[in-house]
């Protein structure tokens, strides 16, 4: 029985190439569990994966199922612990990097790796949070366990209209926080950010160059997927004892700052990484998911695509043009 996936291959010149191929359960890697996918998604990661860009893929890796959100049934299970019909999903451990992902419609993965769905959760609604609402979760829960609270003052979240921005700014809004949403679509998408829970939308470009090392104190918390000079500046912009987490680099790597935020206002800067957690860690963030995030703010931000459509969209979420979350159906 063959099934259709999107398999990532590399030519002698480097160049890698993205197809619809059909796949059989002998290709998949070794594993004892096997999934029938319902659901993947495109991060920023997938987007990287899909487009050939270095530092997802080994070299060595190809070919590749990329994916690295996985929601389906288990099929099939060595592991009494997961039997057969089980709801999962898996974000992490290396799927869809080094170890063939969700974008097709089987999967054979380490049981280790698996997450129950929680109750209340669909797959589709799973998938939707995928690895940007759930490191978005992780996110707000490195800020509040270092005791921030609605009471210390407004918060900010940078690229605050894509995956990851829009899930937290809904979760903080949600948990009582007065949220600022700093985005490069200020035009067209305050009313999406208001309608998520920003009571401020921030155009992206007054933290986009490098400023003063401390600015005026404006934010006792913040979320940042942008990383270098946007993060450089959030930094400068904290309340004393601020607490911001950093978990990306959709505008680079680098983060030009000095060490003055930390020694003259006690600012803190949480690093997340939501790839190796552990399965109580990843508890946590999916029980808090169920119970903060609104189903209908979780719906307003998700775009539905098939598997045909993923090499398009991982262009477009590179050129930071999707809003939101954007979930592949791979049965369609
Ligand atoms: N640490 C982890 O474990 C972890 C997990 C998941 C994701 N991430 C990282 O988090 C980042 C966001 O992921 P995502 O899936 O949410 O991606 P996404 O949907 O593309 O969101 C990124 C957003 O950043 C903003 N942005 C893009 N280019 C920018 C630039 N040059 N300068 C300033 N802002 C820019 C855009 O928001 P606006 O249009 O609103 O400005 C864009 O929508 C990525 O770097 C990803 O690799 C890390």
């Given at each position: 029985?063959?099934?259709r996936?999107?398999?990532?291959?590399?030519?002698?010149?480097?160049?890698?190439?993205?197809a619809?191929?059909?796949?059989?359960?002998?290709?998949?890697?070794?594993?004892?569990?096997?999934?029938?996918?319902?659901?993947?998604?495109?991060?920023?990661?997938d987007?990287?994966?899909?487009m050939?860009?270095?530092?997802?893929?080994?070299?060595?890796?190809?070919?590749m199922?990329p994916?690295?959100?996985?929601?389906?049934?288990?099929?099939?299970s060595?592991?009494?612990?997961?039997a057969?019909?089980?709801?999962?999903?898996?974000?992490?451990f290396?799927?869809g990097?080094?170890?063939?992902?969700?974008?097709?419609?089987?999967?054979?993965?380490?049981?280790?790796?698996?997450?129950?769905?929680?109750?209340?959760?669909?797959?589709?609604?799973?998938?939707?949070?995928?690895?940007?609402?759930?490191t978005?979760?992780?996110?707000?829960?490195?800020?509040?366990?270092?005791?921030?609270?609605p009471?210390?003052?407004?918060?900010?979240?940078?690229?605050?209209?894509?995956?990851?921005?829009?899930?937290?700014?809904a979760l903080?809004?949600?948990?009582g926080?007065?949220?600022?949403?700093?985005?490069?679509?200020?035009?067209?998408?305050?009313?999406?950010?208001?309608?998520?829970g920003?009571?401020t939308?921030m155009?992206?470009a007054?933290?986009?160059?490098?400023?003063?090392?401390?600015q005026?104190?404006?934010?006792?918390?913040?979320?940042d997927p942008?990383?270098?000079?946007?993060?450089?500046?959030?930094?400068?912009?904290?309340?004393?004892?601020?607490?911001?987490?950093a978990?990306?680099?959709?505008?680079g790597?680098?983060?030009?700052?000095?060490?003055?935020?930390f020694?003259?206002?006690g600012?803190?800067?949480v690093?997340?990484?939501?790839?190796?957690?552990?399965?109580?860690?990843?508890?946590?963030?999916?029980t808090?998911?169920?119970?903060?995030?609104?189903?209908?703010l979780?719906d307003?931000?998700?775009t539905?695509?098939?598997?045909?459509?993923?090499?398009?969209?991982a262009?477009?979420?590179?050129?930071?043009?999707?809003?939101?979350?954007?979930?592949v159906?791979?049965?369609?």
């Amino acid at each position: 029985m063959t099934f259709r996936g999107l398999l990532l291959t590399k030519d002698d010149d480097g160049a890698v190439d993205a197809a619809i191929t059909d796949l059989t359960d002998d290709q998949l890697p070794d594993g004892d569990v096997t999934i029938d996918v319902s659901h993947s998604t495109v991060n920023y990661k997938d987007g990287m994966a899909v487009m050939g860009r270095p530092g997802i893929v080994p070299k060595d890796g190809y070919p590749m199922v990329p994916g690295v959100d996985v929601v389906g049934t288990v099929a099939a299970s060595d592991n009494p612990a997961w039997a057969p019909g089980t709801p999962v999903t898996i974000n992490g451990f290396g799927v869809g990097e080094s170890h063939w992902g969700g974008l097709a419609q089987r999967a054979r993965m380490k049981s280790e790796w698996l997450t129950a769905l929680p109750d209340g959760i669909s797959p589709a609604q799973a998938a939707a949070i995928g690895t940007a609402g759930y490191t978005a979760m992780l996110c707000v829960i490195g800020l509040e366990q270092q005791g921030l609270t609605p009471a210390d003052g407004p918060v900010l979240v940078t690229g605050a209209a894509g995956g990851v921005g829009s899930v937290a700014v809904a979760l903080l809004a949600k948990l009582g926080y007065e949220v600022t949403a700093s985005t490069g679509r200020a035009e067209a998408e305050s009313d999406y950010l208001r309608r998520l829970g920003a009571t401020t939308v921030m155009d992206r470009a007054e933290l986009s160059e490098a400023g003063r090392p401390l600015q005026k104190s404006e934010f006792a918390g913040a979320v940042d997927p942008v990383g270098s000079t946007t993060l450089a500046n959030v930094l400068a912009r904290m309340n004393d004892e601020g607490v911001v987490t950093a978990c990306g680099l959709a505008q680079g790597p680098d983060l030009p700052t000095t060490v003055l935020p930390f020694i003259l206002r006690g600012v803190t800067l949480v690093g997340i990484n939501c790839v190796y957690r552990s399965q109580d860690d990843r508890t946590e963030a999916w029980t808090r998911l169920a119970h903060d995030l609104d189903a209908s703010l979780l719906d307003e931000m998700t775009t539905t695509v098939g598997l045909d459509d993923v090499p398009e969209t991982a262009a477009k979420i590179l050129e930071g043009q999707v809003r939101g979350r954007v979930v592949v159906d791979v049965r369609r």
